[in-house]
């Protein structure tokens, strides 16, 4: 016990430094910033003010809200409805391909999401692969107009949050009691029943973690919007990184990120309950 | 938004970052804008190692050189009224004139204007305007005339913007004949209201590769920097330039040295390095744009010594102006450009 007593205080003092140098420090400056005015010539002029709350309060910057939770929602909706069925198949593959399917969900992780990003422009523009492909084909006789559109976002937000779907409910399908099942089908259940009243609520966990990790992400990839989109938009992430550029008002800046970090912690907080109560409900 | 906050941590935290000790020049510069191989030779002259890093917008290099008050960046290339801002804000040196033995070859034009009236601060690299591109294949030469012309309903969903406020506020101000650096909220309601009747033509806001959009053919004509045209026209020379009459926006981006720079000597030499005609002529081979330097011009094949894009005439300058610095009124500009792209 005693030789692993330095070890314990060595890894949890560096876990422990680097959470408060990387998490807690910057969280701490950008909340200090949040509460100052803006400067003329520095960032910031050291007074107290709610100001930059207050401006939040606008009409306006609540509909530049609103719009980044709509598409976080609709990017969490459609990657479940994906990812539900794609991760009961996984689950039933047979366990050597499985590891092997699991592979190639994981694999796009190894290249950065913005480059990823980049490789949907070079399929959707207008002499890209789907329009070349589909005049070739001779379905279309003038390429369609698909980049710089609401469903290339959409389309792009899916394809680079997908697998964080996939994972958690894999990890809940693969747990799945066939027994229980079998179970039901005995008492008579039909297959609408079954999926209804059995299989939903033992992955409801899975389900609820694969939408965290979804929606999360989704309320900051603003760059997505941007390459995909047209730069049409203005999400909380736009919005953010214009005030620090810009517009040079770091404290408004500021309060608009502290808001987006209060709002995802309030999530991950239901998140917490809700998942406690759906562990709960899962035992017999 | 993590990206944002943890880029600001890093703003932030980067002042307690040291330099390092090497006698290394140190020069910040716009992307794409200085030929490897001039960096080459300039270390083969004079032994001095350079250590090259880029920026894509004025903003974002401000917001760094101004976090680390200059330490730690030697030379930097910052576009007309910044140069003015960070002169006032302590964040140049001035340069030696008597290191500079190339001076001379500037064009006195690009010289004195009211950023830095004696040019103690600054030292012309390149300058250019942005002005009207189009893909002649899709638009008659004469139909774009006129910043106004780009309202014209046949465009719709086929028009680029630059994704930068203050040059998309300049087309709405111009065409209602404001100045583009006005400070009055009216005007600048104004020039809002008339970019909302703009938005339905706009197929996308683009400032990293706005050419790459012409050349596949994304939109048809737009507002752009004229060497992007120029870098654009030499894969498909049907990509073509007008100067509004309106008036172009007019800049020049500028050599300056660091308050906080460690190697001023070098500093210096890379300035005069630069100036010298066949560099000169090297580095606006490369990237386009246009030349301040006058003998350098002269070195240049004719084709591009003739291209109207990078030298205009003194006609299609005759409305052009610079931007000028807009102080707090920059948040009044902010507040319309959230609502331009917000929709309301």
């Known amino acids: 016990m005693k030789t692993r007593e330095p070890f314990k205080w060595v890894a949890v003092g560096t876990i422990w430094t680097w959470l408060a140098l990387f998490a807690l420090l910057p969280n701490a400056m950008v909340l200090v910033a949040s509460v100052l005015e803006r400067g003329q010539d520095q960032f910031f002029a050291f007074a107290f003010t709610l100001a930059s709350y207050r401006r939040l309060l606008d009409p306006l910057y609540l509909s530049v809200l609103l719009d980044s939770l709509y598409l976080a929602a609709l990017t969490t909706v459609l990657c479940l409805l994906i990812g539900y069925p794609f991760a009961y198949l996984l689950a039933q593959a047979p366990a050597r391909r499985r590891a092997l399917l699991l592979l190639l969900v994981i694999i796009p992780f190894w290249t950065s999401s913005l480059v990823r990003t980049y490789a949907m422009v070079i399929l959707l523009k207008t002499n890209g692969l789907i329009n070349q492909m589909l005049l070739g084909l001779g379905w279309i006789s003038e390429p369609l107009e698909l980049l710089y559109t609401t469903p290339a976002v959409i389309a792009g937000m899916c394809y680079a949050l997908l697998p964080f779907m996939i994972l958690p409910l894999y990890a809940a399908l693969e747990k799945l009691d066939r027994r229980l099942i079998e179970a039901a089908h005995d008492l008579g259940a039909g297959r609408v029943t079954i999926f209804r009243r059995v299989i939903i609520p033992l992955t409801l966990p899975g389900i609820i973690a694969g939408a965290m990790l979804t929606f999360l992400p989704a309320l900051g990839m603003f760059y997505v919007a941007d390459l995909l989109g047209g730069a049409k938009t203005m999400l909380v992430g736009n919005l953010i990184r214009d005030q620090f550029l810009a517009a040079r008002d770091w404290p408004f800046g500021s309060a608009a990120s502290a808001m987006l970090t209060g709002l995802m912690a309030l999530l991950m907080w239901a998140y917490y309950q809700s998942s406690r109560r759906a562990n709960r409900g899962a035992l017999p | ?344």
Not at chain 2, 4 to 18: D, E, P, Q, R
Request: charged share 25%.
């Open chain 2, 1 to 344: 938004m993590l990206r944002t906050l943890f880029a600001g941590a890093l703003l932030l935290c980067a002042s307690v970052v040291s330099a390092a000790e090497k006698p290394t020049l140190v020069l910040y510069n716009w992307s794409e804008y200085l030929p490897k191989k001039v960096l080459r030779q300039f270390t083969k002259e004079t032994g001095i190692p350079v250590r090259y890093s880029t920026y894509d917008s004025n903003e974002v290099m401000y917001a760094k050189i101004k976090t680390v008050k200059g330490v730690g960046y030697d030379l930097i290339v910052p576009s007309t009224y910044y140069v003015d801002r960070m002169r006032r804000e302590g964040l140049l040196q001035k340069i030696d004139r008597s290191k500079l033995s190339n001076f001379g070859n500037l064009n006195p034009r690009l010289l004195n204007q009211s950023y830095d009236p004696n040019n103690d601060y600054s030292i012309p690299y390149l300058w250019g305007t942005t002005g009207i591109g189009y893909n002649a294949d899709k638009v008659a030469p004469g139909q774009l005339k006129r910043w106004a012309d780009l309202w014209d309903p046949a465009y719709r969903n086929k028009l680029l913007l630059l994704n930068d406020m203050r040059e998309v506020f300049s087309i709405g101000l111009r065409t209602l004949g404001y100045s583009i650096n006005t400070t009055d909220e009216n005007q600048i309601r104004a020039a809002y209201e008339k970019l909302v009747e703009l938005m339905p033509n706009v197929r996308v806001f683009d400032s990293e590769s706005p050419k790459t959009k012409f050349l596949a053919n994304e939109v048809v004509a737009g507002m752009l920097w004229n060497g992007e045209v120029y870098q654009g026209s030499l894969e498909n020379p049907k990509l073509q330039y007008s100067y509004p009459e309106e008036g172009a926006t007019l800049w020049i981006d500028s050599l300056v040295i660091s308050a906080g720079a460690q190697n001023v000597d070098a500093a210096h030499q890379f300035i005069d390095f630069v100036l010298r005609p066949e560099i000169a002529k090297q580095i606006n081979e490369e990237v386009g744009y246009s030349s301040p330097n006058l003998p350098a011009i002269q070195l240049l094949p004719e084709k591009m010594r003739n291209n109207r894009a990078l030298y205009p005439t003194d006609a299609d300058l005759s409305k052009a102006d610079f931007q000028a610095d807009v102080g707090d009124a920059l948040t009044i500009y902010d507040r319309y450009w959230q609502r331009l792209k917000a929709g309301r």
